[in-house]
Nanobody, 132 residues
Framework: QVQLVESGGDSAQAGGSLRLSCTASVDSVNRYCFAWFRQTPGKEHEGVAVIDGAGYTNYADSVKGRFTISKDNAKTTVYLQMNSLKPEDTAMYFC??????????????????????????WGRGTQVTVSS
C-alpha cells in the first residue's frame, strides 16, 4: 500500500508563490506516475499536473507557465511549485500515484474527465487559499 502525505499548503496573496510537497512511501518515485489534483466544494477533482516515471510532465491549461511539477527520487518526494498565484487557485490540493506504465499514455489523460480514476493511491490533501 502506497502512502502519500502532502504538505506546504498555506494562505498567500495573489501573485505570490507556494511549494507543495508530496512524500511517498515507495522505494523509487520513478516507478510511479504522480499527479496533483485540486478540488473545491461541490466539484470533482481537477487534474493540475502530472509527471511520469521517465520525468515527462503535462499541465492543465489553467496553470501552464505558472506551476511546475518535479520529483526528487532520493527523498521520494514530488513537488508542485506554484507561482503567480490567482484567487481561482484556491482549493484543496491532493497528490495521487499510480504504477508507471509507459504504454498507458497517462500524461495525455490529464484532460479526460476520468483522469482521477486512474490513480489508486491518494493523500489527504493540503489547503491552498489565495486572496486578492
Amino acid at each position: 500500500q502506497v502512502q502519500l502525505v502532502e504538505s506546504g499548503g498555506d494562505s498567500a496573496q495573489a501573485g505570490g508563490s507556494l511549494r507543495l510537497s508530496c512524500t511517498a512511501s515507495v522505494d523509487s518515485v520513478n516507478r510511479y506516475c504522480f499527479a496533483w489534483f485540486r478540488q473545491t466544494p461541490g466539484k470533482e477533482h481537477e487534474g493540475v499536473a502530472v509527471i511520469d516515471g521517465a520525468g515527462y510532465t503535462n499541465y492543465a491549461d489553467s496553470v501552464k507557465g505558472r506551476f511546475t511539477i518535479s520529483k526528487d527520487n532520493a527523498k521520494t518526494t514530488v513537488y508542485l511549485q506554484m507561482n503567480s498565484l490567482k484567487p481561482e487557485d484556491t482549493a484543496m490540493y491532493f497528490c495521487a500515484a499510480v504504477l508507471y506504465d509507459p504504454r498507458a499514455s497517462t500524461l495525455a489523460g490529464l484532460y479526460a474527465p476520468t483522469f482521477a480514476s486512474r490513480f489508486p493511491y491518494w493523500g489527504r490533501g493540503t489547503q491552498v487559499t489565495v486572496s486578492s
